[in-house]
């Protein structure tokens, strides 16, 4: 029979203490790359596999983090998930990716899940309005970004969606634009907040006596944005003949883009006649023609913050106090509405 491979065996052939293969091993220390490469050829020669079971029952941690998330094809959530593993990955952790498509029971399940394998923590991204906020509670160190439960007891991280809302209301508005909003088909927290903004802005900057008029919805998911829409067209060929140039604040980029896409197809001059801006600073905009002027989310930020507050948690033998952290926005100016 083959003799069982142990930590001493590796660190013998390697010429470095237990400790530090310990260390190689769990993804923690100050290691040098050369002595880490050393280690993992030694440990792959030998074929060693690491006994998490036996590491977990004689450290009391799994290093372990799970991170829940929506739709990870969404290059806003997966740029944040890319940056959380990558900071999980530097602090000893390995990331288990759950990705729910949005619904109910597959978020409730991976909890279970997650439970199960007894995970240090949580973060999750863009939580369902209906998550079980009392299963994903029991794990004392959860992390919501974007959104979360209607609790005033969670850890959440977002950006200023109502502020940045009303900073592209208002330069519409200063610009001499007929302004209107153009929605998707879903109605998270972030939607509603945005929504918010803008309609307040109107009553705030305007004259309109009715600002809920200038909200148009479009019946569209994320799966047709890059589908031409007849009822976005006739909206804009009905607007487009007023004299009062026409101003865009689309919710997201992708709804922006369908905005530039249709007006280019009807011969409609952006940002001459039409001016548009949109949401998030998604890859879209930048590449679109016209490019979008659109509010930029920090998702390196929102990611950072995130993972600070879970790392401050994890062996606290007591809850910290939740924290609420609003990062800001910033308007990034393209083509399709020009800064006076």
């Known amino acids: 029979m083959k003799n069982k491979v142990s930590i001493q065996d590796i660190a013998n052939r390697a010429g470095v203490s237990k400790t530090t293969v310990s260390k190689v091993i769990n993804n923690t220390g100050n290691i040098s790359i050369a002595t880490r490469n050393k280690i993992h050829a030694i440990m792959d020669e030998l074929d060693y596999q690491p006994n998490r079971l036996a590491s977990t029952l004689k450290t009391g941690h799994t290093k372990l983090i799970g991170i829940l998330v929506p739709d990870i094809r969404n290059e806003f959530y997966s740029k944040i998930v890319k940056k959380c593993e990558g900071l999980l990955f530097k602090a000893g952790y390995t990331t288990i990716i759950c990705n729910t498509e949005r619904d109910y029971f597959q978020e409730e399940n991976y909890l279970k899940v997650l439970k199960e394998l007894m995970v240090e923590g949580i973060i999750i991204i863009s939580a369902t309005d209906s998550i079980n906020a009392d299963l994903a509670s029991q794990n004392k160190n959860i992390v919501y970004i974007d959104r979360a439960p209607q609790s005033d007891n969670e850890n959440i991280i977002k950006s200023d969606h109502y502020a940045g809302a009303q900073k592209a209301t208002n330069e519409i508005i200063t610009d001499g634009r007929d302004p209107y909003l153009i929605l998707s088909k879903t109605n998270y927290s972030p939607t509603r907040e945005r929504t918010h903004g803008f309609i307040d802005?109107?009553?705030?900057?305007?004259?309109?006596?009715?600002?809920?008029?200038?909200?148009?919805?479009?019946?569209?998911?994320?799966?047709?944005?890059?589908?031409?829409?007849?009822?976005?067209?006739?909206?804009?060929?009905?607007?487009?003949?007023?004299?009062?140039?026409?101003?865009?604040?689309?919710?997201?980029?992708?709804?922006?883009?369908?905005?530039?896409?249709?007006?280019?197809?009807?011969?409609i001059a952006v940002p001459q006649k039409l001016s548009v801006i949109g949401f998030d600073d998604a890859s879209i905009a930048n590449i679109a023609t016209p490019t979008i002027t659109t509010i930029h989310q920090n998702t390196t930020l929102l990611a950072e913050q995130a993972v600070d507050i879970l790392l401050q948690n994890i062996g606290q033998s007591t809850p910290t106090e939740p924290q609420k952290i609003i990062a800001p926005i910033a308007m990034v100016y393209r083509e399709s509405f020009l800064k006076n």
Do not use: C, W
């Open 201 to 267: 802005t109107l009553k705030k900057k305007t004259n309109i006596k009715n600002p809920e008029k200038h909200v148009f919805r479009l019946n569209v998911s994320s799966n047709q944005y890059l589908e031409e829409n007849t009822l976005l067209e006739e909206f804009l060929i009905e607007h487009s003949s007023d004299p009062q140039p026409l101003g865009i604040f689309a919710i997201n980029d992708y709804i922006a883009f369908m905005v530039v896409k249709a007006a280019a197809k009807l011969h």
